[in-house]
């Protein structure tokens, strides 16, 4: 199990896991394919809170640059970018259906910093979050 299929062992999965006194099978997560569906589910619940993409990499039996690879392969886009996809998919719901402050919104979303949630959903969202929601409570 400590072997990347080849016979080839993963040290770092092997050194982190020891570290920690974990064995193969407490890892949290499978193979492939349902380690991403695992990932992706930990993300969803998960998403408001830090989330560090290197442990989640371990946890799922894998160095960090092999997960974001399998990662991306199976959802299009890193790791990284879908926590952001996550985070703005919330405020866009918080903004569309409560009257929440941008600071709460933002907060409940994953962010500490308004101005960066401000700054983050105006690149990605086209608009800063006050004239989104203006969109749907004129």
């Known amino acids: ?16 896991a020891k570290d920690r006194g974990l064995t193969p099978e407490t ?8 380690t991403n569906e695992k990932a992706k589910n930990y993300i969803k619940e998960n998403f408001s809170r830090d989330i560090d993409i290197d442990n989640l990499a371990y946890q799922s ?7 974001r690879y399998l990662f991306h392969q199976h959802t299009g886009v890193s790791p990284k970018n879908y ?22 919104v933002a907060s409940y979303a994953g962010y500490d910093d308004v101005c960066q949630f ?3 959903f105006k690149k ?12 749907f409570h004129p």
Not at 2 to 16: A, C, F
Not at 61 to 67: D, I, R
Request: proline share 4%; glycine share 6%; hydrophobic share 30%.
């Open 118 to 120: 401000s700054a983050i």
């Open 61 to 67: 039996g894998y160095s960090p640059e092999h997960f």
């Open 27 to 34: 890892l949290l997560f499978a193979k492939d394919a349902s």
């Open 1 to 16: 199990v400590w072997e990347d299929g080849n016979g080839v062992p993963r040290i770092k999965t092997y050194l982190y």
């Open 124 to 135: 990605k969202i086209g608009e800063n979050p006050s004239n989104y929601r203006k969109n």
């Open 83 to 104: 926590i952001l996809n996550k985070r703005l998919e919330r405020a866009c719901e918080l903004l569309k259906n409560t009257d929440y402050s941008i600071s709460i």
